[in-house]
């Protein structure tokens, strides 16, 4: 009997792991003469600049009812991907946004589909994060169509703003080749983390929409797919108007699921991963159909893993104090930074409860006036474990944190400095840091469950909780940085995490040199 294949999802997850032995033939030089340039420029189009509503003078012509609008816009996309550093360099400068981005190359484009508003007529908008402004390169109603798309999303009933994310994959693929895909996702989270707490910041509620037909929204935007493609859709709910303070609705949709693919070369694994991972039109009802309930599925009451006399440490703890000043978030979001290098020296207890409280128990903060239930694609399929090298009143060791119980459950019994250096391809982060934090998914059981698009799905979710560890670490004066690249298969080796469960990302934590 022929051995059965795996989905093309996990066939792509397998062919882009680095490992040991083939990491260093595999490795490219970089074309210096072919770095992609990280904006997009439309030559045609209306400009709204944005930059006079971050600051707090009055805007001569401009009604307070107008201004305040346009304010809370500008303040949106700005604290979600504008620019917040220059770096100068041998060639052109660099610039750093609010959102992380690994090699700081940004794939991400934002669009804004407006359905008609007392601000932005209804059309097509690019955000322009060098100008800071938004360029409305397309006249014309296309909400229907964005509706049509999203199989008639609930919430598009209500709202008026939709933003879209988009990945150019050459921007990452430049430098991470197949491997891009994985970033480019993990990236796309990061800056959703951004979105769902400069919304908050903003009187908005954004809401995920990851089950859409690519291809008739590309067609909407106007896009080559081989080039760019749509990832993400997100509906901005305007709080500050009552018919659209609307339920939670389903985020994720379901994808074929396909196995019988060709032998794909390398270099054109990410444009058939990525191809492989759409829903299709036949997968369309056509009509106002609303979203089936049942994708709705409850969470499982207990914890994965529950390791059989394992040493558990509780995490519950004070939350971070935001309230006090709402404008620190903001502040925080823009000053952040990835951590260079670290100290060595040890983290304490009480600080890496807080950083997991923050990111995984919302519903902590909501006297705080933060979103007690964001978005996610499905969080029940993310896992966390954590290699402690260095946080002061716990013992060195691999712990599994269990969201639900809010303890930490002790796997190993040892310091994994030199491994983690070795398992993070030599990086000193990896070494020094005093926590070493590995999202984790059971790919098998999440493609059985939504198809290859799930792939998508786990990196999104993993990024976006990588945003707010980075948030939580600068907010407590930490250093934190993400790392995309590590030896997949030695990570679960060493550790002792579940066979089954494939590293999705690595977050690494420490006091920063």
Not at 127 to 134: A, G, K
Not at 165 to 171: P, S
Not at 415 to 431: A, P, T
Request: charged share 20%; glycine share 6%; proline share 7%.
């Amino acid at each position: 009997m022929p051995e059965l294949r795996v989905s093309i999802a996990q066939h792509y997850h397998e062919r882009t792991k680095y490992d040991p032995q083939t990491l260093a033939s595999k490795s490219q030089g970089l074309d210096w003469e072919r770095q992609p340039v990280p904006f997009k420029d439309y030559k045609i189009g209306t400009s709204y600049d944005l930059k006079p509503y971050l600051t707090e003078i009055p805007e001569p012509l401009v009604d307070e009812g107008e201004k305040t609008q346009w304010r809370r816009l500008s303040r949106l996309l700005f604290c979600s991907y504008g620019l917040t550093a220059k770096v100068v360099t041998m060639g052109n400068p660099m610039y750093l946004r609010a959102a992380p981005s690994a090699g700081g190359l940004y794939p991400a484009e934002i669009y804004l589909i407006s359905r008609g508003t007392p601000l932005l007529p209804p059309g097509l908008y690019n955000y322009q994060p060098q100008s800071h402004s938004l360029i409305h390169f397309w006249e014309s109603d296309a909400w229907k169509a964005l509706q049509t798309a999203c199989f008639w999303h609930p919430v598009l009933d209500s709202t008026q703003l939709c933003l879209i994310t988009t990945a150019v994959f050459y921007r990452s693929a430049w430098r991470y080749q197949d491997r891009a895909y994985r970033r480019i996702f993990l990236d796309t989270g990061h800056l959703l983390g951004n979105i769902e707490l400069a919304g908050t910041l903003n009187d908005y509620r954004p809401h995920l929409i990851g089950g859409f037909v690519d291809r008739a929204v590309n067609e909407l935007l106007y896009l080559d797919p081989k080039e760019e493609a749509v990832i993400c859709a997100i509906a901005l709910a305007d709080l500050l108007d009552v018919k659209q303070n609307l339920p939670l609705s389903p985020t994720a949709l379901p994808s074929a699921t396909q196995t019988d693919y060709p032998n794909i070369p390398d270099g054109e694994l990410l444009g058939y991963c990525h191809q492989a991972t759409q829903i299709e039109e036949s997968q369309q009802i056509t009509g106002k159909t609303p979203i089936p309930q049942d994708v709705l599925q409850a969470p499982p009451p207990d914890d994965k893993y529950n390791f059989p006399f394992c040493l558990k440490v509780s995490t519950v703890t004070t939350p971070i104090d935001w309230a006090a000043n709402l404008h620190d978030l903001e502040t925080t979001i823009l000053k952040r930074r990835s951590t260079r290098a670290y100290t060595g020296d040890d983290l304490t207890l009480e600080e890496l409860k807080a950083l997991l409280d923050f990111t995984y128990q919302p519903q902590h903060y909501i006297d705080q006036g933060l979103d007690s239930s964001p978005d996610y694609f499905d969080l029940n399929l993310i896992e966390t474990f954590i290699a402690v090298s260095g946080v002061e009143g716990l013992e060195e060791g691999c712990y599994y944190y269990a969201p639900k119980a809010q303890e930490l459950r002790q796997i190993r019994f040892k310091n994994f400095r030199q491994e983690l250096h070795y398992l993070c391809l030599g990086q000193d982060l990896g070494r020094d840091a005093g926590a070493v934090l590995f999202h984790t998914a059971d790919l098998k059981t999440a493609v059985a469950q939504y198809g290859d698009r799930v792939y998508r799905y786990l990196h999104m979710d993993a990024g976006h909780l990588g945003q707010r560890l980075n948030l939580a670490a600068i907010h407590l004066g930490l250093g934190v940085s993400g790392i995309g690249g590590f030896f997949d298969n030695q990570v679960n080796e060493v550790l002792g995490i579940p066979a089954d469960e494939a590293v999705v990302y690595i977050t690494t934590l420490g006091r920063p040199r």
